[in-house]
């Protein structure tokens, strides 16, 4: 007996003698990385004291930043760190840069006298999608040429725009392609792909994107999807117009099934009285839908009006077939207006009615800009819709339309699948009266439904203007606080960031952010632009 509990000793002797000699081991090994740590380290810029928001929707932390060229290599915290460029962002919040997946943006870009693009910047944006809405150039290189022609002030990702397409390939025709013209279709899709572009935009309320059966953009996004694209879609009928807004989502459903890429429902609203409290059947819809393994994905714009022109609102889709020459004709002709008229009626009445319909942009006459339709109709000495026909006849305007509820949109903003958008463009500083979400729909989201609303909390937020839009759009370098990723950051006050922009008043920039890198370049510092444009054109990594 004796001689066994000598054996057990002896071993227990034994092994806790290599548990010590194993933590001693580690012990040297953690004081050596500690004293690695200790050493001084030199970076190209460091951010320090910021309260982090790292993108994933996680609560802020304290941390430095180190960047080294247009990377973060180091996350931490150490008094022996030095840079050449220290920003002390002492009570200020460090976040990626914000990405809009929605904006109007491309040609005021390559423009000479827009191409900063500094209310973006103001805003905290870093990166920009253009051509939506199935809207825009269908030459994706030669539009990145032009963009890179006079530099750009923020990153830029391409859509091929399906309208284009199909107007390229069949005019203004309201008919389905033959088998050859949807070949041809195909074809510049996956040339627009090859070149770089990131998915297929449409905008089937919008002629003639309208005239086109989904099956059409099921193929067309099958092209997309074999380059790692997405599908972005204004849907058919936000409202009550024709198919209606739930049968428009599930358009979207089907494509992001039958073409196995990630659809986005763009700037998701319920338009118009008739479907006011539909937020709750989209979003039961998407989470039906992600549920069945689809990749569903929404984007908004905070505000409870959109714009858009006048001619798409009022004048019903088969008054403008063929163009606005073959629609003005018809306008003109006594045995059709009167039933152009009726439709026009409901039209109007879906909007919330005429006084629902502000004027923005009007060059013919642009003493009308600001104006709402009701007060322009009393003007005229007519009725609303005579009013309008005039103004269309004239030239067709761009139009806010108050048409939203806060319930829906609060809802929206709530579903862990909402990116953050703006819908807007770059416009020349003072010209209409546009829509304030070309100068304020980041950090209005932020002012009004984080601070003001609490609507969302300010992490979750952020986590719709960063990681999240990047893992959509496979920017997987991008989007978050972490070493390896693109130096895209946007450092801001919350206490005074704020969109200043209003309806009445909309040519203001925002305030509150301090500091914008763009590829470890600096944008904006101290909340002053820098003269470098230090934007670029990302191609999508299709290898």
Excluded at 273 to 281: E, I, L, P, R
Excluded at 338 to 352: F, P, Q, S, W
Aim: proline share 3%; with cysteine.
């Amino acid at each position: 007996m004796k001689i066994a509990q000598l054996l057990i000793q002896t071993l227990l002797i034994l092994t806790f003698s290599g548990v010590f000699s194993a933590c001693s081991a580690t012990g040297s090994a953690v004081d050596g990385d500690r004293m690695a740590q200790e050493e001084t380290e030199h970076f190209d810029i460091l951010v320090k004291n910021g309260k982090v928001l790292d993108g994933t929707g996680n609560p802020w932390f304290y941390a430095d930043i180190g960047i080294n060229g247009d990377q973060i290599v180091w996350i931490g915290k150490s008094d022996n760190i030095t840079a050449d460029e220290v920003i002390d962002a002492s009570g200020l919040y460090v976040s990626p840069g914000f990405i809009d997946v929605h904006t109007h943006a491309g040609s005021g870009l390559a423009s000479e006298s827009l191409s900063h693009g500094r209310p973006l910047l103001a805003q905290g944006l870093t990166t920009v999608m253009i051509n939506p809405d199935g809207g825009g150039k269908l030459d994706i290189a030669g539009q990145r040429a032009s963009l890179e022609e006079h530099g750009i002030g923020v990153n830029v990702v391409q859509f091929v725009p399906h309208g284009s397409v199909r107007r390229e390939v069949l005019g203004q025709a309201n008919r389905a392609p033959s088998s050859d013209e949807l070949e041809q279709m195909k074809s510049i899709v996956e040339e627009g792909m090859k070149e770089g572009a990131f998915g297929l935009s449409s905008g089937l309320f919008y002629t003639p994107a309208a005239y086109a059966e989904i099956e059409e953009v099921i193929e067309l996004a099958k092209v997309a999807s074999k380059y790692n694209g997405v599908y972005s879609s204004h849907i058919r009928d936000e409202s009550d117009y024709n198919v209606g807004l739930i049968y428009s989502v599930d358009e979207v459903i089907r494509v992001a099934e039958e073409a196995e890429l990630p659809g986005i429902v763009t700037h998701i609203k319920a338009l118009g009285t008739g479907v006011w409290g539909y937020s709750a059947a989209v979003v039961s819809r998407v989470e039906r839908a992600r549920d069945q393994g689809i990749e569903v994905y929404g984007d908004q714009y905070p505000y409870p009006a959109s714009s858009t022109n006048l001619t798409a609102v009022l004048i019903p889709s088969w008054a403008r077939e063929g163009g606005r020459t073959e629609m003005l004709n018809r306008l003109d002709d006594p045995e059709m207006i009167d039933d152009i008229k009726v439709e026009m009626e409901a039209n109007l009445a879906r909007r919330g009615g005429a006084e629902s319909i502000q004027i923005a942009d009007y060059s013919a006459d642009r003493s009308l800009e600001g104006l709402r339709l009701n007060v322009i109709a009393d003007q005229m000495d007519t009725n609303a819709i005579d009013a309008a026909l005039n103004m269309i006849k004239e030239q067709n305007p761009k139009i806010v339309s108050f048409n939203m509820h806060e319930d829906d949109v609060a809802r929206f903003m709530k579903q862990p699948w909402m990116m953050t958008s703006s819908d807007g463009g770059l416009v020349e500083m003072g010209e209409g009266v546009v829509h304030p979400r070309n100068y304020g729909s980041f950090p209005r989201k932020i002012s009004k439904y984080v601070k003001e609303g609490r609507t969302v909390d300010l992490a979750f937020a952020i986590r719709s203007m960063t990681s999240l839009p990047a893992s959509v759009f496979n920017l997987h370098d991008r989007g978050l606080i972490k070493t390896g990723q693109i130096a895209d950051i946007t450092i801001f006050d919350l206490e005074q960031i704020q969109d200043k922009a209003t309806f009445d008043d909309p040519h203001q920039l925002s305030e509150g952010v301090e500091y914008v890198l763009i590829g470890g370049n600096f944008a904006m510092k101290a909340g002053e632009f820098e003269q470098e444009l230090v934007g670029k054109v990302l191609k999508n990594k299709i290898d």
